[in-house]
Structure formats: structure tokens, C-alpha cells
């Protein structure tokens, strides 16, 4: 049975920094794209960033403040987010997407993924 597992939100002010984590169990990461998700009130879901084997991708709104890393051994993918700004509240939700294949997270095409957790709360907020 796969699971995925995301932790680390919270309440953060502008300008600070959170690390999220993904726990997968029942898949081998190097066999699967994993994307982190976001989902604001009111707004649509959204790929901020997809982890291949061999690339990592970040959407235009968080290139260059987030970065994307994942530990093989211990089945985990973390997002580590800098310079958080108020428009960065939202769920965030870790994805696993088959196949040898990104092209659904890239394009947030969220029924595409095969694998969800259920999401931590991030809060921006002074």
C-alpha cells in the first residue's frame, strides 16, 4: 500500500523559511516523479515543483526561493522554502507520478498523479 506522508508547515512570517517533508512508503522514489502541490483558498491546485530521477522543476512563483532535494535512503523528499511571501499560504500537498513520466506535474494536471498525501498547512503571515 503506498503512503505519503508530508509534515514541517506551520505559521511563518514573510521573509522566513519552512523545510516540508514527504515520507513515501510502498514505492522506490527513483521510479516515480514526486511534486509538491499547493492549494490556496478559492484557487485552483498547483504544481510548485516536480523531482525526477533527473531533473528537478519549480513553476515560475517560487524558482529561486525553493529548492527541492530527496534522501533515497530514507524514502524522503523534502522542499526547502526561503523568502516566503504572503501569497505562498496555501496546502501543500506531496504527489507521486508513474510511468517514467513528469509531464502531469509539470502541468499541474493534478489527475494525472497516482499518489497523494493529504497536505500540511503553510501560513504566511506577520
Known amino acids: 500500500q503506498v503512503q505519503l506522508v508530508e509534515s514541517g508547515g506551520g505559521l511563518v512570517q514573510p521573509g522566513g523559511s519552512l523545510t516540508l517533508s514527504c515520507v513515501a512508503s510502498?514505492?522506490?522514489?527513483?521510479?516515480?516523479?514526486i511534486g509538491w502541490f499547493r492549494q490556496a483558498p478559492g484557487k485552483l491546485r498547483e504544481a510548485v515543483s516536480c523531482?525526477?530521477?533527473?531533473?528537478?522543476y519549480y513553476s515560475d512563483s517560487v524558482k529561486g526561493r525553493f529548492t527541492v532535494s530527496r534522501d533515497n535512503a530514507n524514502n524522503t523528499v523534502f522542499l526547502q522554502m526561503n523568502s516566503l511571501e504572503t501569497e505562498d499560504t496555501a496546502v501543500y500537498y506531496c504527489?507521486?507520478?508513474?510511468?517514467?513520466?513528469?509531464?502531469?506535474?509539470?502541468?499541474?494536471?493534478?489527475?494525472?498523479?497516482?499518489?497523494w498525501g493529504k497536505g500540511t498547512p503553510v501560513t504566511v503571515s506577520s
Open positions: 510502498g514505492l522506490t522514489l527513483d521510479y516515480y516523479t
Open positions: 504527489a507521486a507520478e508513474g510511468g517514467g513520466s513528469s509531464f502531469y506535474c509539470q502541468n499541474s494536471l493534478t489527475y494525472g498523479l497516482n499518489y
Open positions: 523531482l525526477s530521477s533527473i531533473r528537478a
